[in-house]
Nanobody, 127 residues
C-alpha cells in the first residue's frame, strides 16, 4: 500500500503559522478520502480533516484556521495551519483512506481499517 512521510513540523509561537507536507510513494493517494490526524501522547488519534471529491470536513477546533489541499498532479498533500494555539501541539499524521461525515451538525473524521498513515511530524506551539 501507499507509504506516507510527513514533514514541516516545528516549534512555533502562538498565533503563528506552519505548513505541513505529506509525500506519498509506492502508490497514489486515494481521492475518496485523504486528510490529517493528530495525536497527543497518551491520547487517541484525533481526526482533523478529511476531504474527498464530494465532501470536505474539518473538526470545529481547527475550522477556519487550518486548510488542507492536494497538490494538483502530484502525489502529495499539505496542511496549512494558521493562528496556531498551544492546544494544537501534537504529532501530526497524514492519512490516505480517511472518512468524514456529519453527526448532529458536527464534522467527524475517522480512520477506517485499511487506511494508511505516515510516521508523523511534531508540531509544538509555545512561547
Amino acid at each position: 500500500q501507499v507509504q506516507l512521510v510527513e514533514s514541516g513540523g516545528n516549534l512555533v509561537e502562538p498565533g503563528g503559522s506552519l505548513r505541513l507536507s505529506c509525500a506519498a510513494s509506492g502508490g497514489t493517494l486515494d481521492d475518496y478520502g485523504i486528510g490529517w490526524f493528530r495525536q497527543v501522547p497518551g491520547e487517541e488519534r484525533e481526526g482533523i480533516v478529511c476531504i474527498s471529491s464530494s465532501y470536505e470536513y474539518y473538526i470545529n477546533s481547527v475550522k477556519g484556521r487550518f486548510v488542507m489541499s492536494k497538490e494538483q498532479g502530484v502525489n502529495a498533500m499539505h496542511l496549512q495551519m494558521n493562528n496556531l494555539k498551544p492546544e494544537d501541539t501534537a504529532v501530526y499524521y497524514c492519512v490516505d483512506g480517511c472518512a468524514g461525515y456529519l453527526m448532529n451538525g458536527r464534522a467527524v473524521v475517522t480512520l477506517p481499517p485499511g487506511a494508511s498513515w505516515g510516521p508523523g511530524t511534531q508540531v509544538t506551539v509555545s512561547s
